[in-house]
């Protein structure tokens, strides 16, 4: 399905493709830092799917994800001309998105998000009945996670950038986020454990269920 999105700063209107695992060329950022709008639409171009996948891993909400895409967008458009190594632009664009990420956040801390199609916890095609309890565990485990703990998950894990990459886009060192994803697959694991046994239990009663009868377990 093609996808576009609409980020908007200053009095101009740009539409995002949703296109993956392509680097921002540094050509692009300096042109941009001068000015060049045209060369800032390409960077949205090129970025906006990866922070688009990284917020919604760290939201859980595709609207508040979105929402702190386009406030990341305006914020680099804003602080570009001070980028000092355009060759560091996605470390320090990942930066902003983690901010406007905390932002979203912080501004419904309330908020419970439901599973949604294309979250990161979301199984591949064909596991069946038992990748749907799978999804809902990582799910619930994901959920117990800090927004501190998410980020460092994330950006490791998802992004594949080294330990200290991270702690450099974070602000923090290196062995703060070794402790942190320590924690975070310590949650995630003892979530999983934990779920293991009701899930093997649906797993058996669905098997016996008659054909159209299957239940699934709250």
Known sequence: MRWTAHVRFGDGVYRAVRRMGERVDEDLVVRAQGGDRDAFEQIVNVSFDRSHGVAMRLLRDSQLAEDAVQQAMVNVWRD?????????????????????????????????????????????????????????????????????HRAVFVLHHYLDLPLDEVGRIL???TGTVKSRLHRALTEMRAALEADERPAAAAVDSAAQAPEGETEVAG
Not at 94 to 117: D, F, G, N, S, T
């Open 171 to 173: 602000g923090i060192p």
């Open 80 to 148: 570009l001309p001070r980028l000092r190594e355009p060759a560091r632009y996605d470390a320090w664009s990942y930066k902003l998105l983690v901010r406007a990420c905390y932002a979203e956040y912080k501004r419904a801390p309330h908020w419970m998000p439901a599973i949604e199609e294309g979250s990161p916890t979301e199984p591949r095609a064909g596991g069946g009945y038992s990748a749907v309890i799978d999804r809902d565990q990582l799910e619930r485990g994901f959920r117990r996670l800090s927004m501190e």
